[in-house]
C-alpha cells in the first residue's frame, strides 16, 4: 500500500509540468485524483496514461461556470477531498508598457480570481483536516523584468493564502502556497514559448539560480506533497523552490 492510499485530491492545471508531476506521485503512492485542464491534447494525453483512478476533466480556471460544474464533479466523483493543489497558472513576457487590458484581464482572470473561485467552491468538499496549496511564483518576491501583470496576479493568491489559512482553520484546514523558480518543463512557465525563448530561459535559469541549475517538475511536486500531507503544523505558509533564487 502507498501512503496515500485512500487519499482522494484534485489537482487543477494538473496535464502538465508541476501539476502532472504531482498528479503522477499521488497516484503511484495510491491516491485517487481529479485532475483538470484546457488543453484538448494534454487531457487526451493524461485519460490514457494516467489510469482509472485519474480522473481527467476539461475546466477554464477562468469561467466561474467551469468552476460550479468543478465542484459538484468532485462532490459526485470523489466526495470529501484531503488535499487540493490550486495550480492552474498563466504568464506571458511582456514589458510594462505593452501589457494591453485583454492580457492584464487574462493574467488576472486565471491566475488570481480563477484561483480565489476555485478555493470557493471546493473548500466545501475538502475534509476537515486537509490541506490546500497554492502555486505562487518567485516572481512574487522577485523584480523580473517583464512579468508585471504575472507578479501582481501571484502576490494577490499569496495574500489569499494567509487569510483563507486563518479562514479555514477552525475546520483544521491548512492552507499554504508553493512558489517555484525556474523549473522544467514544457513552456518553463511562460504560455506560448518557442523552443529558443524556452532555451534562453533555461540558460538564464541556470545562471541566475544560486544552485546553478533549474528545478525538476518533480521537485517541485515533492514540495506540494510535503505541505499537502507531512506539514501538520504548517499554516499560510510560502515555501520557495527555488534553488536559492529569492533567499540570497
Do not use: C, W
Not at 30 to 48: F, H
Not at 148 to 165: E, T
Amino acid at each position: 500500500m502507498g501512503r496515500y492510499s485512500g487519499k482522494k485530491a484534485v489537482v487543477t492545471g494538473g496535464t502538465a509540468g508541476i501539476g502532472l508531476a504531482t498528479v503522477k506521485a499521488l497516484l503511484a503512492e495510491g491516491a485517487e485524483v481529479l485532475l483538470t485542464g484546457r488543453n484538448e491534447q494534454g487531457l487526451d494525453t493524461a485519460r490514457k496514461e494516467l489510469g482509472p483512478r485519474a480522473h481527467v476533466v476539461r475546466s477554464d480556471t477562468a469561467s466561474l461556470r467551469d468552476i460550479d460544474a468543478l465542484a459538484s464533479l468532485v462532490k459526485e466523483k470523489l466526495g470529501s477531498v484531503d488535499f487540493v493543489l490550486i495550480n492552474a497558472g498563466y504568464s506571458k513576457l511582456r514589458p510594462f508598457d505593452q501589457v494591453s487590458e485583454a492580457e492584464y484581464d487574462e493574467t488576472f482572470g486565471i491566475n488570481t480570481k480563477g484561483a480565489f473561485f476555485a478555493a470557493q467552491r471546493l473548500a466545501p468538499h475538502v475534509r476537515e483536516g486537509g490541506a490546500f496549496v497554492f502555486t505562487t511564483s518567485v516572481a512574487d518576491e522577485l523584480g523580473a523584468p517583464g512579468m508585471s501583470a504575472y507578479a501582481g496576479a501571484k502576490a494577490a493568491v499569496r495574500a489569499f493564502v494567509r487569510v483563507l489559512g486563518v479562514e479555514l482553520l477552525p475546520r483544521g484546514i491548512r492552507v499554504n502556497a508553493l512558489s517555484p523558480g525556474f523549473t522544467r518543463t514544457p513552456t518553463l512557465g511562460v504560455t506560448g514559448a518557442t523552443p529558443e525563448e524556452v532555451a534562453a530561459f533555461e540558460k538564464e535559469g541556470e545562471e541566475i539560480t544560486p544552485m546553478k541549475r533549474i528545478g525538476s517538475a518533480d521537485e517541485v511536486a515533492r514540495a506540494a506533497l510535503f505541505l499537502g500531507f507531512e506539514a501538520t503544523f504548517t499554516t499560510g505558509a510560502e515555501l520557495p523552490v527555488d534553488g536559492g533564487l529569492s533567499q540570497f
